[in-house]
């Protein structure tokens, strides 16, 4: 899944689209790279950030959702949005998306219901708080342990809907800090939480890209952790997940055919 922002908040200034032509070039490169699916964010959500109202968030959509209906039609897109009304908006304009919602559902009682009623995939993030508060709100007696329990409940609440299609997201950066963020990336398997259907387990989407965790670990700028981004991208997948959100395509990409071959070398 690779990463467009279109709010200039973003806290990775190489992730930002802020022009027609710099979204084009930016997504024709994502699908060249191997995207499967690009995620557009218009209302950043980065800790300390404060939110766009829903009206700025919608106009500065809806030029990129006119680009990928016309132009490129026959790709996969998730919109990054807590508010019901612009995941309806962005519906009647585009059909069918995946829903990124960092609240779970907690920031817009309408949001599940919509989800349900549209039949749209639905990414559940899990975090505490609000953006400007998020980071006061790390006390966990173990976040693992924690984190998985407020998937179970989700995930349950979610079927009451008739959300069927969710993928779990556990919020690297969101209400916990550098020590949490290691120790559930380290315990991503147990995350794995078995389909209600029976068919498996819900999908985990990791999101670590360029993050905190890993530039003020290593005393740099986001701009300068590639590098140890794909190693974690690498560690999410051999700990579970099945999603990396990240912002270099093409290195990702990399990362996962590597990783395809561990698991099957012959």
């Known amino acids: 899944m690779g990463i467009i922002n279109l709010n200039g908040d973003s806290f990775y200034e190489g992730s ?3 022009t027609d032509r710099e979204f084009c070039d930016k997504y ?19 800790p300390g950030s404060t ?7 919608w106009e500065r959509l809806k030029p990129a959702l006119k680009r990928v209906l016309l132009n490129y039609p026959e790709s996969e897109i998730s919109i990054d949005t807590f508010r019901a009304s612009v995941v309806l908006r962005a519906f009647d304009f585009v059909g069918d998306f995946i829903i990124n919602d960092i ?9 599940l219901n919509t989800a349900a009623r549209l039949q749209l995939p639905y990414i559940a993030m899990h975090k505490r708080g609000t953006p400007e508060t998020m980071q006061s709100l790390c006390e966990y007696d173990d976040v ?35 020590e949490q963020n290691y120790k559930l990336l380290n315990e991503l398997g147990e995350l794995k939480i078995n389909r209600l259907d029976g068919k498996g387990h819900y999908p985990i989407l ?5 993050k905190s965790m890993i530039y003020k670990l290593l005393d740099k700028g986001p701009s300068d952790v590639l590098h140890a981004t794909s190693a974690l991208n690498l560690t999410a997948l051999l700990n579970g997940a099945s999603i990396l959100r990240v912002h270099d395509v093409k290195e990702a990409a990399e990362i996962i055919k590597i990783y395809n071959k561990l698991r099957d070398p012959a």
């Not at 060249?32 to 950043?44: K, N």
């Not at 609240?103 to 949001?111: I, T």
């Not at 990791?206 to 360029?210: D, E, F, K, P, V």
């Open 51 to 57: 939110p766009v109202s829903e009206e700025e968030e």
């Open 206 to 210: 990791a999101g670590l890209s360029r």
């Open 144 to 178: 693992t342990t924690e984190v998985r329990g407020y998937f179970e409940r989700f995930i349950n609440r979610a079927d009451e809907y008739g959300i069927k299609d969710v993928i779990i997201d556990p919020g690297f950066g969101f209400a916990k800090n550098i």
């Open 16 to 18: 930002r689209c802020l």
């Open 103 to 111: 609240s779970a559902g907690e920031d817009d009682p309408e949001m």
């Open 28 to 46: 024709e490169m994502m699908l060249r790279d191997g995207a499967d699916i690009i995620d557009l964010g218009a209302c950043s959500t980065r």
